[in-house]
């Protein structure tokens, strides 16, 4: 079984990253909706198998899909198990594991990430069906009342908990506190993004630390330090990458071998350019890359419009913004 190190490194191998396609039965509900297309076990499956069969985007640009339980055990439509696909393209299987975040008692505006009870069975099956990496999301939003140092910590002990177990069973944990820029009210200033960023990434490495995570065999998957998606403020994209390269050098060891980005809800372009502003900003200690669900597929999405027609014009979208990413990864993207 090649170590969770040699597993992390290949995830943020040069010039590829990570296509997050794990969207919960809600989210992928939202995201149909643009499309006004129904959502049924059918319809999910044909979408995620046009990105996975988009052979030139999953070989050249795609090191791990995030799955849900449902795809790593799912067939394409003509009965080829999907996982066989990922062998084919040397794409590793990942898996999300958590159940969701729920709202935290006694607290106002905060949730916390459920799903450690039975996690140790779960993770074991799963690496038996060949994940090799799980992704753990934790939530923290920003409004008049949170984040809590309570909230902050109670997410923080949960990430520390699920990269244990994870661990234990030879499986690379992405671990993922996500400060929320598209949440309500979501008008905060950078500053405030980039404050509470680095109070989040300070415990969650002091948790990751007294559990006795090894930090080089897992990845961290952050937001980028931005004002919120509704906020007046207009900051430019070499502001952006400054003031997260200079939050995550703060706070994360250069043990950690890679750091791949959520999207958030930028725009594609948008997190692409930050992407690679940051990677052109040279000398970092661990490797920068993408691991986007949004800012990978919406223009696949929206050209697919869930028309066996448009597979291979969407197929073309989804391979250019995995491209652009690929490029970005490299910090040599041009708008
Ligand atoms: P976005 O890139 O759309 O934010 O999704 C990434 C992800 O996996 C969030 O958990």
Not at 73 to 99: C, H, M, S, W
Not at 101 to 119: C, H, N, Q, V, Y
Request: charged share 25%.
């Amino acid at each position: 079984m090649a170590s969770l190190n040699a597993i992390a490194k290949k995830l943020v191998a040069s010039g590829k990253g990570i296509l997050a396609a794990d969207e919960s039965e809600g989210t992928i509900a939202k995201r149909f909706a643009l499309i006004g297309l129904p959502v049924t076990l059918e319809t999910r499956r044909d979408y995620r198998e046009m990105l996975f069969r988009s052979t030139e985007a999953m070989t050249d640009y795609i090191s791990g899909v995030i799955l849900t339980e449902e795809t790593l055990e799912q067939k394409a439509k003509d009965g080829t198990p999907f996982r066989e696909l990922f062998n084919a393209t040397d794409v590793i299987p990942g898996i999300k594991v958590d159940r969701g975040a729920l709202p935290m008692p006694g607290s106002k505006d905060e949730k916390i990430t459920e799903g450690l009870d039975g996690l140790r069975q779960r993770l074991a099956h799963y690496a038996k069906l060949g994940a090799g990496f799980a992704k753990w999301r934790g939530v923290i939003a920003i409004t008049s009342y949170a984040p809590s140092r309570n909230g902050i910590r109670a997410n923080a002990h949960a990430l520390a908990r699920y990269a244990m177990y994870c661990q234990e069973a030879g499986i690379v944990p992405v671990v993922e506190p996500e400060v929320l820029a598209d949440g309500e009210p979501g008008d905060h200033s950078i500053q405030r993004c980039e404050d509470v960023t680095g109070e989040t990434l300070e415990a969650v490495f002091k948790e990751l630390r007294l559990a006795g995570v090894d930090l080089s065999g897992m990845l961290l998957k952050p937001n980028m330090v931005t004002p919120g998606l509704r906020s007046r403020d207009r900051v430019s994209t070499e502001e952006v990458a400054q003031r997260t390269v200079e939050t995550l050098r703060r706070f994360v060891p250069a043990a950690v071998p890679g750091i791949a980005f959520l999207s958030g809800g930028q725009s594609d372009e948008e997190a692409t350019a930050h992407l690679s502003a940051m990677n052109q900003l040279g000398g970092l200690p661990w490797a920068l890359t993408f691991s986007y669900g949004r800012a990978l597929q919406t223009s696949a999405l929206v050209t697919w419009n869930g028309e066996d027609q448009n597979v291979k014009a969407a197929q073309k979208a989804f391979t250019h913004r995995a491209k652009m990413n690929a490029l970005a990864a490299l910090g040599q993207y041009k708008p």
